[in-house]
């Protein structure tokens, strides 16, 4: 066995133990894991059961409110004493009706969440191409008054070096430019419709905003080379107040319980179909990491807190209440870790967002998981994005953890819209999840030392710079620093 770094093995194994004993505690302890998950993992059989018994898990609909429910039972059934519920009231946003005719023809179309209530909208349609701030800033006028047409991803034959821009985003610049409406492109094939958030807040947008089919965007785009077109857009949506809960499992921490490490992944989803894999796969991966735990009696050194997450698709409005309470209550400094699974599955590697005290403790402890199952390639990262619930996490500084996925490339033509249903899901790679997360959670929880700490104000700044969101974060409301 290679051996690994002392302060890794000291994060495993009992003190006072030799060398020795270490490693080959250290060995029996992930072969008992991996073994126990393999043989008993329910990650699988608990989303099949909620997709058929439930279905979508909208925030704030009844069918939310019974997945609410369905976890809060879990963690109490697997043994977990100190469940909760973590309660919010927010404006929620619901679907109503849609149409679309691009001159005079009927388009097959979905609106994008946040949407106005009520909209009728008609005016000539611009081609915006990848709908980023540079495509505006050539003709700052060229959509005042009239509806933008973007890609919702960047278009073959773009320049070299352009960073894409989120769906919510490429809206806020299209109001920001006069839009009056803004159609989105999917980039699936077979006309697969897109739906999610047009909102950088989470808030009612001005504008209407919906999602057409890649072929029916492609077509219009040559169209629009030629002559005119001029699109109706006519909805009717519902926002109202109501109340959502993040569901918390605590098992406390056996030595410094007072340090919290946070494992989440975003249990609500979309209403088009049953959101099997944006964010069943993940969330119910966090659920079944749960009870490893308990199933194997893991009692690590920091308390860890299983946190299903309400609201991220409607603007991580669950996670965003988690932290604010925690940045009220004076206890944000004791959250030393985010560990995010969101559309996460089969493992490979992980990414360590933050300033990095130790990179090699997460390379010793992907060279431990390889012990167990070569399938896991140890790929590392030091990296951050947006739009999940790791975001308010990280703004606060606290280091985050997710992993590298080895999916099906093709499930995620699927996502967010109204084929995601449970057929997509691999039990394998369900199970894997929770194998290899269980290990990273139990290491990062147990370790005598933290590879990463809180980044103060300054430093986050610079980490956010680094990653290129200081635009997306402006665009967004989220830039906590001078411009």
């Given at each position: 066995m290679k051996k690994l770094s002392s302060l890794f093995l000291s994060a495993l194994f009992l003190t006072g133990c030799s060398e020795t004993k270490k490693e080959e505690t250290q060995a029996e302890l992930f072969a008992r894991i991996d073994t126990e998950i393999k043989q008993n993992s329910k990650g699988y059989s608990t989303l099949k059961e909620a997709t058929e018994t439930i279905g979508h898990r909208l925030t704030g609909s009844e069918n939310g409110a019974k997945a609410e429910e369905y976890t809060y039972n879990k963690f109490k059934e697997y043994g977990f004493e100190d469940v909760a519920y973590q309660t919010f009231e927010v404006e929620a946003w619901?679907?109503?009706?849609?149409?679309?005719?691009?001159?005079?023809?009927?388009?097959?179309?979905?609106?994008?969440?946040?949407?106005?209530?009520?909209?009728?909208?008609?005016?000539?349609?611009?081609?915006?191409?990848?709908?980023?701030?540079?495509?505006?800033?050539?003709?700052?006028?060229?959509v005042k008054g009239k509806i933008a047409l973007v890609y919702i991803n960047i278009l073959p034959n773009s320049p070299e070096g352009l960073t894409n821009l989120h769906r919510s985003e490429k809206t806020a610049l299209a109001i920001k430019y006069g839009a009056i409406g803004i159609i989105i492109i999917n980039q699936v094939d077979n006309g697969v419709l897109l739906t999610g958030t047009a909102s950088v807040t989470g808030e009612l947008i001005p504008i209407p905003a919906v999602c057409i089919g890649k072929e029916d965007g492609m077509a219009l785009k040559e169209t629009l080379k030629e002559s005119k077109a001029i699109a109706d857009i006519h909805m009717t949506n519902k926002s109202d107040m109501i109340k959502a809960r993040n569901v918390i499992a605590t098992l406390p921490g056996h030595e410094i319980p007072q340090e919290e490490i946070v494992l989440g992944g975003h249990l609500d989803s979309w209403d088009l179909a049953t959101g099997a894999i944006d964010n069943g796969i993940g969330s119910f991966a966090v659920l079944d990491i749960a009870r490893a735990f308990k199933a194997n009696n893991l009692q690590p050194k920091r308390t860890v807190k299983f946190v299903m997450f309400m609201g991220e698709e409607q603007g991580l409005l669950g996670s965003k209440h988690m932290v604010g309470e925690a940045v009220a209550n004076n206890t944000i400094d004791n959250i030393k870790y985010m560990m995010n699974l969101d559309m996460s599955g089969n493992p490979i590697g992980m990414n360590a967002g933050g300033k990095l005290d130790n990179e090699q403790f997460f390379k010793d402890l992907g060279v431990a998981i390889q012990q167990q199952d070569s399938i896991y390639q140890n790929k590392f990262s030091n990296r951050s994005g947006l739009h999940s619930d790791h975001q308010p996490f990280m703004l606060e500084g606290v280091p985050i953890l997710s992993v590298h996925s080895n999916l099906d490339r093709s499930i995620y033509g699927c996502y967010h819209s109204d084929c995601d249903d449970f057929n997509l899901v691999n039990k394998e790679h369900m199970t894997n999840t929770a194998r290899f997360g269980t290990m990273m959670l139990y290491a990062l929880a147990n370790a005598d030392t933290l590879p990463a700490t809180k980044m103060d104000s300054e430093t986050t700044k610079n980490f956010m710079i680094k990653n290129n969101l200081k635009e997306k974060l402006i665009i967004g409301g989220d830039w906590k620093w001078e411009k």
């Open positions: 619901s679907r109503g009706e849609v149409s679309l005719k691009i001159n005079g023809a009927d388009v097959k179309v979905v609106t994008l969440g946040h949407s106005p209530i009520k909209a009728d909208v008609s005016g000539e349609i611009v081609d915006m191409g990848n709908g980023l701030e540079a495509d505006y800033t050539a003709n700052p006028d060229a």
